[in-house]
């Protein structure tokens, strides 16, 4: 297989799983790194990872939040591989707070990351696979954009939009053989989740039906699904990835 995979966000956690993933699956990998020293240090332990699938991985620095730099990342993956086949919008940060006390730059920081991003790589990677006549778009939304969570007004709003932005785009792009679907972990085990207070963890992990919470891998096996052949039918879904989360 020669296609080629862009990870946003995947010098570690969920991003770093599903770069790992996808190169088992056969995929060449684009891992996007925020600055060039997560290039240098987690970012080229991804690729290094990545390559002993026999595939090809390089890094790529973009803030994803700016326009412009996912439209150079965009080009210069196009120009590497030859191809962008399939992409994976999973950069996120959180700035957690209770709404009377969020500041405005909280909201307006994690909209930027979590949904213009999506937007911003949308825009310019939907122009190479439209070109091509195929592509595979699979953004990381969360259990909170569905059902909201206190504390967490701007990543729920976020997380909402980005599952407005996908449906909408698998309307759009369906008719050019391209699909875009979500998937909404729930609480997956990574250092976005450790920095929580262990009593949130408590009461998360009662939610939980499977009484685990997620890993990473668990993430990545259903993006490797939505990426594959086998859900060449499939565009426009959400797919929960949360043991059966009550929230
Ligand atoms: P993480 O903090 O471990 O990883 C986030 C990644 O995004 C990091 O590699 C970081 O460098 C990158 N990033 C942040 N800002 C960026 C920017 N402006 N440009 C490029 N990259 C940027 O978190 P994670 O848990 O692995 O989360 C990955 C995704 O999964 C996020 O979108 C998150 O919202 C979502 N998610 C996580 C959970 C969970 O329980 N961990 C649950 C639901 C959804």
Do not use: W
Request: glycine residues 10%; neutral net charge.
């Amino acid at each position: 297989m020669s296609k080629t995979a862009l990870i946003t966000g995947a010098s570690q956690g969920i991003g770093a799983a599903i770069a790992v993933r996808l190169a088992r699956a056969g995929f060449h990998i684009a891992v996007n790194c925020y600055n060039q020293q997560l290039a240098d240090t987690d970012g080229a332990a991804v690729a290094e990872q990545c390559r002993a699938f026999g595939v090809e991985a390089k890094c790529y620095v973009a803030d994803v939040s700016k326009f412009d730099q996912c439209q150079e990342m965009v080009k210069a993956v196009a120009a590497d591989f030859g191809s962008l086949d399939v992409l994976v919008n999973n950069a996120g940060i959180t700035r957690d707070g209770l709404l009377p006390r969020m500041s405005e730059e909280q909201f307006d920081a994690v909209i930027a990351v979590n949904l213009k991003s999506v937007f911003n790589m949308m825009h310019h990677a939907s122009g190479v696979m439209i070109r091509q006549k195929s592509g595979r778009i699979i953004n990381v939304s969360s259990v909170s954009g569905l059902y909201g969570n206190a504390g967490q007004a701007n990543y729920a709003a976020s997380k909402a939009g980005v599952v407005g932005l996908t449906k909408t785009a698998a309307k759009e792009l369906g008719g050019r053989n391209i699909t875009v679907n979500a998937v909404a972990p729930g609480f997956i085990r990574t250092q976005m989740t450790d920095a929580l207070p262990d009593k949130v963890k408590d009461v998360m992990l009662g939610q939980i039906s499977l009484k685990r919470f997620g890993e990473p891998e668990d993430v990545a096996n259903a993006v490797a699904f939505l990426a594959s052949d086998d859900a060449a039918y499939i565009s426009g879904q959400v797919l929960e990835i949360d043991g059966c989360i009550a929230m």
